[in-house]
């Protein structure tokens, strides 16, 4: 499986970025998507998940009410839609697949493929 993410930026504070995530290859294997963000000087962190086959979402506290996650499996696309964009989300943000159902989504090791990072700026 393959991913490629885009939609990164530079937005204002308060602002809305869409992010992209656009799987190819063995789609069929997929059963969680992911998106992670790692700040400058800081360790990559989970963001939030989706089931590829249900409507279960996943969200870390720190964006619960602002980020939604949703996916279309017709396009093979997952998208990261974040509002209300806060100086602290400024990172390099990467959505990844895992192959098998992760008892802990938030655990980066559970995810077998990885996209290569977009770019998102959010300044004050």
């Known amino acids: 499986v393959q991913l490629q993410a885009s939609g990164g930026g530079l937005v204002q504070a308060g602002g809305s970025l869409r992010l992209s995530c656009v799987l190819s290859?063995?789609?069929?294997?997929?059963?969680?998507v992911g998106w992670f963000r790692q700040a400058p000087g800081k360790e990559r962190e989970f963001v939030a998940a989706?089931?590829?086959?249900?409507?279960?979402?996943y969200y870390a506290d720190s964006v619960k009410g602002r980020f939604t996650i949703s996916r279309d499996n017709a396009k093979n696309t997952v998208w990261l839609q974040m509002n209300r964009l806060k100086p602290e989300d400024t990172a390099v943000y990467y959505c990844a697949a895992a192959q098998r159902d992760p008892p802990l989504v938030w655990r980066e090791s559970q995810y077998d493929y990885w996209g290569q990072g977009t770019q998102v700026t959010v300044s004050s």
């Open positions: 290859g063995a789609t069929y294997r997929t059963y969680m």
């Open positions: 989706i089931r590829w086959t249900a409507a279960n979402t």
